[in-house]
């Protein structure tokens, strides 16, 4: 089952509200929460009160990535503010303590990696999560162009859990488009974040139908 989650991060600020709701409408299956601190990465974006208020407009799992430091102080918080899945980068922590500890708050726990790091690092984690996120771009700024060599790495990470008999999905965040989806989606990808790829789009419904298509 392809899933396409947009990332709010590229929506318009100025009416949240109406778009999220428009993404719902469209056949979204997720609403993508990009988590900066402007530390791990160089940016800086959004905390649990905005989740908490975005929880109330929309009946969609909330998946919140969280690109920052420390992320064992905010996984709570995050969870209390009504986020359904929870993803931790292997660059920022422990994962064999984070990813069960996710999953203790009711959440799905996501295992991701950055384009530098090599796959194996996130290899021994696959089976405590419930899906893995594989950025296709340098975290930090939406808009970007997929980093070449990715769609080996989401092919690699494919058949590392296809061998191990671990049914969890592949999600792909990062310069996702309609030209490309198929790309990521026969190298093995499961879920799709688009951000520009939908927000910056005249007409959401005819783009995530054509995606899933």
């Not at 800086?44 to 908490?52: A, Q």
């Not at 929309?58 to 899945?85: Q, R, S, V, Y």
């Not at 769609?151 to 310069?175: F, H, M, R, S, W």
Request: glycine share 8%; with cysteine; proline share 7%.
């Amino acid at each position: 089952m392809k899933q396409i989650a947009p990332s709010i991060l590229s929506a318009d600020f100025t009416k949240l509200g109406e778009e999220i709701a428009a993404v719902e409408k469209a056949g979204a299956d997720l609403i993508h929460v990009d988590i900066m601190d402007g530390h791990f990465v160089p940016n800086l974006t959004m905390g649990p009160p905005l989740v908490k208020s975005i929880r109330k407009i929309t009946k969609l799992p909330l998946d919140c990535h969280l690109m920052i430091d420390n992320p064992e102080k905010f996984i709570e918080p995050f969870a209390k503010a009504g986020a359904d899945w929870i993803s931790v980068h292997v660059e920022a922590c422990n994962l064999a303590e984070l990813l069960p500890a996710i999953k203790k708050l009711g959440c799905k726990a996501g295992a991701v990696i950055n384009p530098p790091t090599p796959l194996k690092k996130i290899l021994p984690f696959c089976e405590r999560a419930d899906f893995v996120l594989i950025m296709t771009v340098n975290p930090g700024f939406g808009g970007q162009a997929m980093v070449e060599g990715t769609l080996e790495k989401i092919a690699a990470l494919k058949k590392y859990l296809t061998d191990q008999k671990l049914n969890i999905p592949i999600e792909v965040d990062g310069g996702v488009k309609l030209e490309n989806i198929a790309d990521f989606a026969d190298a093995g990808a499961d879920i799709f974040v688009a951000g520009s790829g939908v927000f910056h789009t005249g007409d959401y419904k005819k783009t995530i139908a054509q995606m899933k298509k």
